[in-house]
T-cell receptor, first 114, second 116 residues
Framework: AQSVTQLGSHVSVSEGALVLLRCNYS??????LFWYVQYPNQGLQLLLK??????LVKGINGFEAEFKKSETSFHLTKPSAHMSDAAEYFC????????????FGTGTQLKVEL | DADVTQTPRNRITKTGKRIMLECSQT?????MYWYRQDPGLGLRLIYY?????DINKGEISDGYSVSRQAQAKFSLSLESAIPNQTALYFC?????WGSGGLNEQFFGPGTRLTVL
């Protein structure tokens, strides 16, 4: 069975500081990995996805994530936080044999302070 | 116009009532999904459908049923609502597989359901 663990249900950063949101996965086969963002009162929007083409994945709004097989991690980063980045972020995994059902992490709420 | 729409957006109902949540999409996707979101638990898959004749249970299907009326429509029903079904419900669609591997899921805006 596949799963993801997001360390830290709440993360607070200052505007302009580095954003680091952690995600570790568990999968018996090479996974597909996703980061989604949820702004208040909205649905989820894809930030980026890993499908094995490249280990460093660039997404929208300046976010990127690096797939590290040895660490079973797929952490999300952004060099400089903006107030508009305040939202909830979800990591998700899908294995290659089960269609494209997603298993989500529990989410990390990002707060950006002045 | 939104590609994935959900109705109603908010609903308050009472224990024991039957309720239906509806999802429509204009993306032309074959695959549709229903999730519920609870604080601190993330999103959990209730049911999914890979085409009109293919419906599958997800992680937490007990107490729920679905109907895929057409490629574009996927409804979720609570036959007899109970308070612990109070949650935010999301519909999603996907094209499945593409040249770049697994395609993303596109989410609707959600339905906030409260069962009293």
């Amino acid at each position: 069975a596949q799963s993801v663990t997001q360390l830290g249900s709440h993360v607070s950063v200052s505007e302009g500081a580095l954003v680091l949101l952690r995600c570790n996965y568990s999968s018996s086969v090479p996974p597909y990995l996703f980061w989604y963002v949820q702004y208040p009162n909205q649905g989820l929007q894809l930030l980026l996805k890993y499908t094995s083409a490249a280990t460093l994945v660039k997404g929208i709004n300046g976010f990127e994530a690096e797939f590290k097989k040895s660490e079973t991690s797929f952490h999300l980063t952004k060099p400089s936080a903006h107030m508009s980045d305040a939202a909830e972020y979800f990591c998700a995994v899908s294995d290659r044999g089960g269609g494209n059902k997603l298993t989500f992490g529990t989410g990390t709420q990002l707060k950006v302070e002045l | 116009d939104a590609d994935v729409t959900q109705t109603p957006r908010n609903r308050i109902t009472k224990t024991g009532k039957r309720i239906m949540l509806e999802c429509s999409q204009t993306k032309g996707h074959d695959r549709m999904y229903w999730y519920r979101q609870d604080p601190g638990l993330g999103l959990r898959l209730i049911y999914y459908s890979f085409d009109v004749k293919d419906i599958n249970k997800g992680e937490i299907s007990d107490g729920y049923s679905v109907s895929r009326q057409a490629q574009a429509k996927f409804s979720l029903s609570l036959e007899s609502a109970i308070p612990n079904q109070t949650a935010l419900y999301f519909c999603a669609t996907s094209a499945g597989w593409g040249s770049g591997g697994l395609n993303e899921q596109f989410f609707g805006p959600g339905t906030r359901l409260t069962v009293l």
